[in-house]
């Protein structure tokens, strides 16, 4: 296999008990990272200098509908209402196998693009088996590594998820996929009723998948004391919001393992309500990082970050002046901790973190490269507040299991612009579907 020796960059490992940023070489052997050090001699290894770079572990998204990346902006104006109005009542129906394909596939690069080497792919609209199908080569196309969240459009609360399905994706499509797994995207106890979330939990543990469930506003309902009480919390469970869910509820879950994931922009925005950040930190623990949708956001996980930390120390001010009457001296949340929420949080939650998530010996190799010669990073006196600073423009290079998939600020994916194309007709024809109230001009 392909060995390749990464030098001259500040290297960002997310590693406890090692300094935020060292100068290192990485040996990368086959789909692993070999060696890392400095100074190492490796004369058989393809050596790409990269001094001037930031190395950082590939980003994690957390939580992305990337079936809906064919509607990007349609939905940037909308509440949380309209949204499920619109998309989850009159779009998805319309959505054809060619329509998941195209979307997972140009989501997945995009991802890419912007420095994401690790997906969770949350496709509550797999209509059939061939849409997960579908969906599930777009992902292979794009060479993303993905968690495959399965999941079907809102249904009866007593139906439950449809594990025959489950079990023809692990016996077919997802077997023996280097960088594909599989995950439930259940509607859980907010949706659901008290029999079916416990079914559908009970399944996925069985199973030994990460089960995930959205949580958004409104108190627990009865199935959250139902899950608790058959034990079937633990760090393969994967809250998405969490919103509302009191400090004492939220306490039960972090002891229990479970992991959270927060998606700042579209909960601002949209109205899903307060991001739960701060409740988890207060605990010792922390969330992982989404862009839930292309509809309504952009999906660049290191913008979610800055929003994510700016609301938690906007948050932690208020508080401080409102209890001493007095500004703070330091900031209660460090750029470090919100870029591991994009790393290190996220392989956690993705049930990945012995994967990926760090830059270590025996981890995959996923690894982003970021130009801090740019002028809007020049320069660089801080690696992690600069990694965390990077935008699209400054993602010079993405390795996903030891293989480029971007180099030299572009992608390595031939044909970008058929992809575009059917991209664009797939959304133009998706469009027609939503009401005059959709904002579609």
């Known amino acids: 296999m392909s060995r390749v020796l990464l030098r001259g960059a500040r290297v960002v490992t997310m590693t406890p008990d090692r300094p935020d940023a060292e100068h290192l070489d990485i040996l990368v052997d086959g789909d692993r990272i070999a060696a890392l050090a400095e100074n190492i001699e490796a004369p058989d290894a393809d050596a790409v200098d ?10 994690v998204n957390a939580h992305l509908h990337t079936w809906q990346t064919a509607l990007r902006s349609v939905g940037a104006d909308w509440t949380l209402m309209q949204y ?6 009159e779009c998805v129906g319309h959505y054809t196998p060619a329509d998941m394909h195209i979307s997972n596939l140009a989501g997945a690069l995009n991802q890419i693009n912007c420095g994401t080497t690790t997906l969770g792919d949350w496709c509550h609209n797999a209509l059939s088996p061939e849409h997960a199908d579908a969906a599930v080569e777009g992902l292979a196309r794009a060479g993303i590594r993905a968690v495959f969240l399965h999941g079907t459009p809102y249904r009866s609360p007593d139906t439950p998820h449809p594990l025959i399905e489950i079990d023809r994706l692990l016996d077919g499509p997802l077997r023996d996929r280097a960088l594909l797994t599989l995950g439930m995207a ?5 949706y659901s009723s008290v029999e079916t979330a416990v079914a559908d939990f009970r399944a996925g543990a ?15 309902s009865p199935g959250w004391e139902a899950l608790r009480a058959a034990g079937l919390f633990s760090p393969l469970t994967n809250i998405v919001h ?35 950040t701060g409740s988890l930190l207060r605990l010792g ?22 929003i994510a ?4 120390r906007s948050l932690d001010h208020a ?26 949080e996220g392989a956690k939650a993705l049930g990945l973190a012995d994967q990926v998530g760090r830059i270590e010996v025996g981890m995959q190799a996923d690894l982003v490269a970021v130009d801090a010669r740019a002028l809007n990073l020049w320069p660089a006196h801080d690696p992690v507040a600069t990694a965390l600073h990077a935008g699209i423009a400054n993602i010079e290079a993405v390795m996903v299991a030891g293989t480029w998939r971007k180099r030299d600020h572009a992608l390595l994916m031939p044909r970008l612009d058929e992809v575009k194309d059917q991209l664009r007709e797939s959304g133009e024809r998706l469009l027609r579907s939503i009401g005059p109230t959709g904002n579609q001009s």
């Open 84 to 89: 499920l109005t619109h998309l989850h009542g």
């Open 50 to 59: 990269l001094s001037g770079r930031i190395v950082i572990p590939g980003l």
């Open 309 to 312: 930390l700016a609301h938690q």
């Open 319 to 344: 508080q401080h002046r409102q209890t001493t009457g007095t500004h703070a001296n330091t900031p209660a949340v460090t750029a470090k901790q919100a870029l591991a929420w994009a790393t290190v």
């Open 242 to 276: 969490g919103i509302d869910l009191p400090d004492e509820w939220i306490k039960t879950l972090v002891e229990a393992g479970v992991t959270f994931t927060t998606t700042p922009e579209n909960e601002l925005g949209q109205g899903h309500g307060t991001p739960v």
């Open 285 to 306: 623990a922390a969330p992982s990082l989404g862009t839930d949708i292309d509809t309504a956001v952009p999906g660049e996980i290191l913008t979610a970050g800055r």
């Open 206 to 220: 069985e199973r030994g998948l990460v089960v995930s469930t959205h949580q958004s506003g409104g108190e627990p």
């Open 186 to 190: 259940v509607q859980g106890p907010q």
